[in-house]
């Protein structure tokens, strides 16, 4: 047995204990499990008080469509440390998966051990990290997208596992935009279908908790949280804080609807698919007015295209910006977070900026007609 072999396995497991000692040195609340449980409950007992609730000390509401409150009844039944643990564990074993993919994604072939490796280092990335910390579900959508946006083109039912995330949480759709801009209706149709699916039977199962959430919850943004505040890693975090404003209007949607634009196009004119999808993905989380840092878990595909590329020191550049959680090292407690110094905003919003960036260099790249470059082979 090589070095290798012995050596992956043990520093994963070296790295998952530590950051297990690290959750439970800092008592780790895993807020969002709190939540997905209260969700759950409420759906059981018929959804009448779905949207209605606030849990954790941070007065925490559902926000997610009808249709994840029904996945989320599961998660009654376990008692809350067993629950916990049930996440942690499996938000781990998602690390390894979003690694898996994210090299198929890339063209790039992995071991057993090289995963290992990989997972060991992905799980101390800051998105990835605070997934865990909170016990959030965003491993889990990152991957059943990536895993039916990787299957081979014309496979059966391709599509409808991104129309499944979609209903879970409605960020995804973005993606079937770009499946409709890249010519692939059958697939396109397939994520619509399913997405439609989910709301027919949220409705079903739980008419007035739809009812509520398709007229009204699903338009009261704030209802997610301060998009000021740095957690916020959205365009519109990243304007609050330059402007020093919580209510930046026509100056932040402007903004939102031009880079919402050049994204999809870059994406739809990427070299290969590989690329488009990884824009895709940025795309939504810049237009989005609300991407905490947890949602950037698109950061491992983005390594791994990074890496396939040849671009070692870019790699270990993109590597360093989302393991330096510069971010948390600014005031920002209160409304501190407005009260920035223009020095301290690209520290305060290093993920958009990464994301308006890499929107930047795809515009500047030839496009996919016009390159030579051939579009990537999945496993």
């Known amino acids: 047995m090589s070095l290798r072999k012995v050596a992956a396995p043990l520093l994963l497991g070296l790295s998952v204990i530590a950051l297990l000692t690290l959750c439970a040195a800092q008592h780790a609340p895993m807020s969002d499990v709190l939540v997905y449980r209260a969700e759950g409950a409420a759906a059981a007992a018929g959804g009448g008080d779905l949207y209605g609730f606030t849990v954790t000390a941070w007065q925490l509401p559902a926000t997610y469509p009808p249709f ?3 996945l989320f009844i599961p998660t009654t039944w376990l008692p809350l440390p067993a629950l916990k643990a049930a996440f942690l564990l499996g938000n781990i074993g998602l690390i390894a998966v979003l690694v898996h993919l994210s090299c198929r994604l890339a063209g790039l072939k992995t071991t057993r051990a090289g995963t290992a490796l990989l997972t060991s280092g992905a799980l101390w990335l800051e998105p990835v990290f605070q997934t865990v910390l909170f016990g959030q579900i965003n491993l889990a959508l990152a991957c059943l997208v990536l895993w039916d946006l990787t299957r081979r083109n014309g496979a059966r039912g391709k599509g409808v596992a ?3 995330a979609t209903g879970i949480k409605l960020t995804p759709a973005v993606f079937i935009v770009y499946l409709l801009l890249t010519g692939r209706r059958r697939e396109a149709a397939c994520a619509a279908a399913g997405c439609a699916g989910t709301v027919a039977l949220g409705a079903l199962v739980l008419p007035y908790a739809s009812w509520e959430f398709w007229t009204r ?4 943004t704030g209802r997610v949280g301060k998009a000021w505040i ?3 890693q959205s365009l519109q975090g990243l304007i609050d804080r330059a402007l020093h404003t919580t209510e930046p209007g026509a100056l932040w949607a402007v903004p939102a609807v031009l880079v919402a634009l050049a994204g999809l196009y870059a994406a739809a004119r990427a070299r290969t698919e590989a690329h488009g999808i990884a824009l895709t993905a940025f795309t939504a989380l810049l237009v989005s007015p609300i991407s905490w840092s947890h949602h950037w878990v698109w950061c491992v595909p983005l390594l791994a295209l990074t890496w396939a590329a040849g671009h070692r020191r870019t790699t270990a550049a ?3 910006l989302f ?4 971010m948390w090292l600014l005031p920002h407690q209160g409304d501190l977070d407005l009260q920035l110094a223009w020095w301290q905003q690209p520290l305060a919003s290093p993920y958009p900026l990464l994301g308006l960036a890499l929107v930047v260099v795809a515009l500047r790249q030839p496009s996919a007609s016009s390159s030579s470059a051939s579009t990537i082979r999945y496993a």
């Open 162 to 164: 991104l129309g499944i």
């Open 68 to 70: 994840a409150a029904l």
């Open 217 to 220: 919850r699903l338009y009261e």
């Open 230 to 232: 740095v957690d916020n």
């Open 318 to 320: 993109v590597a360093l």
């Open 323 to 326: 393991t330096a959680r510069t």
